[in-house]
């Protein structure tokens, strides 16, 4: 049962323009969201996260959204740069457990 | 800080034979947890140590084992070799147990023939 699903597995933007990666799940208990972003033969790098009692966080060119009601969760990268090229993957907790990870979205931000 | 260290970066086993990996958390961490990444399959929960306790356990069979030392540092072990366990595996480690933001290693490439 995948719990956490990303079904874009590549997303293609223009450097400058907006960068949108999705994740959906279903367990409603989840309470913590993150974002990681991995390069090749690196370890995947955190991002950002969000608590389920807030619908926003913002650091710098990086905002996560979460909508509970959808279960819905979405990364804004603005504006998108040729470095942020790398897969990125969405994560789920619930409070005492263990993560669970989304299959990942390969971003491509042509220069 | 110095961050999460693995060892080794890469490995080559043929089937049937055993691996060990070794995981060194952030200073101050005693949460790690590992992950074994296989394309298309994204991040695949192993297993979960704290204060050398192992707190959860992911779905994989009885061959995949692990320990954690009075150090922080981890261990995973891989019995009888499968083609199937040819993959990324990767430790994460944080300040407390179900900690929520975890920090990764750059991960062991493990190559089964």
């Known amino acids: 049962d995948q719990q956490v699903k990303q079904n874009s597995p590549s997303l293609s933007v223009q450097e400058g323009r907006i960068s949108i990666l999705n994740c959906d799940y279903t367990n409603s208990m989840f309470d913590y969201f993150l974002w990681y972003k991995k390069y090749p033969a690196e370890g995947p790098t955190f991002l950002i996260s969000i608590s389920s009692i807030k619908d926003k966080n913002e650091d710098g060119r990086f905002t996560v959204f979460l909508n509970k009601s959808a279960k819905h969760l979405s990364l804004h990268i603005v504006p998108s740069q040729p470095g942020d090229s790398a897969v990125y993957f969405c994560a789920a907790r619930v409070s005492g457990s263990r993560l669970t990870f989304g299959e990942g979205t390969q971003l491509t931000v042509n220069p | 800080k110095a961050g999460v260290t693995q060892t080794p970066r890469y490995l080559i086993k043929t089937r049937g034979q055993q691996v060990t990996l070794s995981c060194s958390p952030i200073s101050g961490h005693r949460s790690v947890s590992w992950y074994q990444q296989t394309p298309g399959q994204g991040l695949q929960f192993l297993f979960e140590?704290?204060?050398?306790?192992?707190?959860n356990k992911g779905n994989f069979p009885g061959r995949f084992s692990g320990r954690q030392f009075s150090n922080s540092r981890s261990e995973m072990n891989v019995s009888t070799l499968e083609l199937g366990d040819s993959a990324l595996y990767l430790c994460a480690s944080g300040e407390r147990a179900y900690t929520d933001t975890q920090y990764f290693g750059p991960g062991t490439r493990l190559t089964v023939l």
């Open positions: 140590y704290f204060s050398e306790t192992q707190r």
